[in-house]
């Protein structure tokens, strides 16, 4: 059974106690020691004596007590016992649990107090606390001391403990685990290099013959063979010098040009290395410079002396193969020049190398190298590719240095009468006089200034037809520069030409900057409108007749002025408007947008949008306005009406249509008109959404509504004939095939005018292609707010009416088929 350390180390202290104590004592010869030797029982050197009885007890001696009994190892209170009883500390709890330790109680052993527990000892490397310090191996226990081997290719290490083992780390190598090999090193590490090795085995080439192996050994760090014997020539003799396996010489007599047909006969040709075939000498080789043409051996290589080139002839007068002939058989001539006047050339072996043969157009020079060309003749002479390269003003354009339309142009050609001269103008383009200056991106006046006097707006090619006192663009607006196939690109200034695209593809305001470069502006929905339905509009100021009865007529939409109107961010206008049916002239006018607000009187300006009516008062006095209004409900049906600007303060002169239905007249109080002379009349959105059709203004205080006779709508589509009644080919709209050959319904946009009787009659003028083509941008209701108008060329019949007016685009919208024209 094992004991705890504390408890070995306990007894061994107790034996070596007893042992000393009985080296002390001096007993007689009676088993029980009763007559043992004295000593002091009390103080240090006192003598105890031991009998058969229960433990020591002091001698007769003399004991002087000390105190009370402690675990001393002496008889404190000399009761001839030592260390006995209740001693202090004895039984007290001690030790500690940490690690390997235990804790236990102290007991009195061998005169001092120990603790019955496992108590710390050394740390050692077995991955415990053993010093029960809570730590485990601290100190690399048993660790720091070399270990390995520092002999030979081995390299010593240090001792660490390394998880409760004491490992050797760093070291290279343990002894005896590499075998020794032959690299004058100690691979084994025992301190001897290459040891051992002076037998590894045979070696040589064969043991055949006169031939022997060897044996292998380790000289200075490297293996040779020793005691070998290798092959040797062959001799005519019995003896197998060449250890082929045949002792009968090996001689060939057939074919060894030293022993060729017998042994000993040596064959010896001229200008040759001789052999030896079928036992008969032959040539096997010729000396540099010479050679076997002729196939005879006896006269060995027989031509010469010949440089060899290689077995290909040259041509170069040489035998450069050395076969007794000059320049035959050539391959791979050089490549001759074919481009030009070298096609099909060749070449030729000369006394002088090889040439190319060129055609009569070719000069070549002594060395047969061409020459470059210097005549204009259509040709390439040097065959480089090029074609008269010595004269580059060929092909380049030439005029006769007039300006505009009177210059006469072409390309400089060859002089046929003169190749080697220089080149001549060829005229392609003949000029033509000066003439009147056109619209048309040429200097037709020959002056240097393209398009002259377009700014003005009055060239040929800017083609206006009077509207009234407005004139408004006989065709589509163009590019300076377009052609009946091509919109053209320039933007110097804008044409109406007939026989030309239209300019498409622009914004509203390329379409505004376009007008305004030649003095004009975008028509207004109002002038574009009455050209396309060849309605005349009215002529300010309307003359009041003298009559007290008499009337004034206006159409709403044939206003002389309008302003817009803004509340908030809202922008309202007065827009052209063509439902319901019943209203008079072309259209009516409607207050948009329709967001069910109502302006009251005063605040009108600047939030309602109005329209102003000038008239020429004959009289002064009390007047009163008419109005056509549309009442189909208890909204959308306000006006407020004033005259020179300033609202009415009664509201008696503000009407509302509430209370009927369908297109109704409604009449204003008195309106006192302070003098005679020009004054306007006003109508301002009250309700947004109201349409207004016409009015009448009178001084007639009757209340029965006007009977005068409406205003006709005029044309639905400009037809020259019949503009009321659709005709499916007289405007290019989708019913309109453009290419009636191709197969399906062709639309393209044709050149303005291009059909006779799509034109708007207007007097004495006409106004073409409003009806379908391409859309019109036209003046804007409000900002941001573009209205189109007249359709294009895939629209229907609807589409392409003159009454149509719903289409409104952005300041950056733009399309292939969205053109304009302008008006003045």
């Known amino acids: 059974m094992s004991r705890p350390r504390g408890q070995v180390a306990s007894l061994l202290l107790l034996v070596v106690v007893v042992a000393v104590g009985a080296s002390l004592l001096s007993c007689g010869i009676n088993d029980y020691c009763i007559t043992c030797e004295t000593g002091d029982a009390g103080a240090d050197g006192a003598s105890v004596t031991q009998d058969g009885g229960d433990g020591p007890t002091v001698d007769a001696g003399p004991c002087v007590p000390s105190g009370f009994e402690v675990c001393d190892g002496k008889d404190n209170d ?3 016992v030592v260390d006995e009883g209740a001693l202090p500390g004895v039984g007290e709890a001690c030790g500690t649990d940490e690690g390997e330790c235990t804790t236990g109680t102290r007991q009195c052993s061998a005169g001092a107090l120990r603790c019955s527990g496992v108590t710390p000892v050394a740390e050692q490397c077995d991955n415990k606390d053993n010093d029960c310090d809570s730590r485990v191996d601290e100190g690399d226990p048993g660790g720091g001391a070399a270990c390995g081997s520092d002999l030979g290719e081995c390299v010593a290490g240090q001792s660490r403990c390394v998880a409760g083992v004491l490992e050797c780390l ?5 002894p005896g685990q590499v075998a020794e090999s032959c690299d004058g090193k100690d691979n084994d590490c025992d301190g001897e290099f290459d040891e051992g090795l002076d037998n590894l085995g045979s070696c040589g080439i064969t043991e055949q013959g006169e031939c022997a192996l060897g044996t292998l050994r ?5 293996t040779s063979c020793s005691g070998d014997v290798g092959p040797t ?6 003896l197998d010098q060449d250890c082929d396996g045949d002792p009968s010489n090996g001689y060939d007599l057939m074919g060894d040009p030293r022993n060729c047909g017998t042994c000993g006969t040596a064959c010896s040709l001229p200008r040759s290395i001789a052999t030896c075939a079928g036992g008969a000498c032959a040539v096997g080789a010729c000396d540099t410079g010479y050679f076997d043409n002729n196939g005879v051996a006896n006269d ?11 077995p290909q002839e040259a041509c170069n007068q040489i035998d450069d193969d050395c076969d007794g002939q000059i320049d035959e058989s050539l391959v791979n001539p050089p490549s001759c020049e074919t481009d030009g006047a070298c096609a099909g050339a060749t070449a030729a072996c000369t006394a002088s190398g090889w040439r190319c043969v060129y055609g009569p157009d070719v000069s070549v020079d002594a060395s047969g190298v061409i020459v470059p060309e210097t005549t204009c003749d259509g040709l390439d002479n040097d065959c480089d590719g090029q074609v008269d390269e010595a004269h580059p003003q060929k092909g380049t354009s030439c005029d006769d240095g007039l300006l505009g339309v009177c210059a006469s142009s072409g390309t400089f050609v060859c002089n046929a009468m003169d190749p080697g001269g220089p080149v001549m103008c060829y005229v392609t383009h003949a000029g033509q006089p000066a003439g009147a200056e056109q619209c048309d991106a040429l200097d037709n006046d020959c002056d240097g200034v393209v398009d002259d006097g377009a700014e003005l707006g009055g060239l040929p090619g800017q083609e206006w037809t009077a509207l009234g006192t407005v004139q408004m663009m006989t065709y589509e607006a163009s590019r300076p520069d377009a052609s009946a196939a091509s919109s053209g690109a320039a933007g110097s200034t804008v044409c109406s030409r007939a026989g030309v695209q239209p300019w498409t593809n622009v914004t509203h305001a390329q379409a505004q900057a376009a007008c305004s470069s030649v003095g004009a502006r975008l028509c207004s929905e109002q002038e574009w409108h009455r050209a396309c339905a060849a309605v005349a509009g009215t002529a300010y100021p309307v003359v009041e007749p003298a009559a007290n009865n008499g009337q004034v007529f206006l159409e709403a939409e044939d206003f002389a002025s309008r302003a817009t109107g803004t509340a908030g961010s809202v922008v309202r206008a007065w827009v052209p408007d063509q439902a319901p049916a019943g209203y008079s002239g072309i259209g009516a006018l409607r207050a948009s947008p329709n967001t069910g607000a109502a302006v009251a009187r005063a605040s009108a300006d600047p939030q309602s949008p109005r329209i102003d009516f000038p008239i020429n008062f004959t009289t002064a006095g009390n007047h009163y306005v008419w109005v056509r209004m549309y009442g189909p409900n208890n909204a959308d049906d306000d006006v407020h009406v004033g005259i020179n600007g300033a609202l009415p303060g009664a509201a008696s002169m503000s009407l509302d249509a509430s209370s009927n239905t369908g297109w109704i007249w409604m009449r204003t109080a008195a309106i006192p008109v302070a003098a005679t002379g020009v004054s306007y009349v006003s109508i301002w959105m009250s309700t947004d959404g109201v349409k207004v059709d016409a009015i009448v203004v009178t001084r007639s205080t009757s209340t029965t509504a006007p009977t005068v006779t409406l205003a006709g709508a005029g044309g639905a589509w400009a037809f020259a004939t019949s503009p009321g009644t659709y005709q499916a080919t007289t405007c290019n709209g989708d019913d309109y095939d453009t290419d009636a050959g191709a197969a399906g319904d062709q639309d393209d946009i044709l050149p303005a005018g291009s059909l006779a009787d799509c034109r708007a009659v207007s007097g004495a003028g006409s106004v073409f292609d409003l009806s379908g083509n391409v859309r019109e941008w036209t003046a804007a209701r409000t900002p941001g707010a573009n209205p189109i108008r007249g359709g294009t060329s ?12 719903f289409t409104l685009a952005s300041d950056s919208f733009f399309f292939p088929n969205v053109g304009f024209r302008c008006c003045r």
Do not use: K
């Open 78 to 80: 000399c009761n001839g």
């Open 170 to 174: 760093g070291a290279i190598g343990v």
């Open 218 to 222: 380790c000289n200075g760090g490297v």
């Open 233 to 238: 020539f062959e001799l005519c003799d019995a």
């Open 300 to 310: 060995g290589c027989e031509y010469g002396p010949c440089t060899y080139q290689g």
């Open 794 to 805: 895939n629209n229907t019949a609807t589409g392409i009416s003159c009454g149509l007016a």
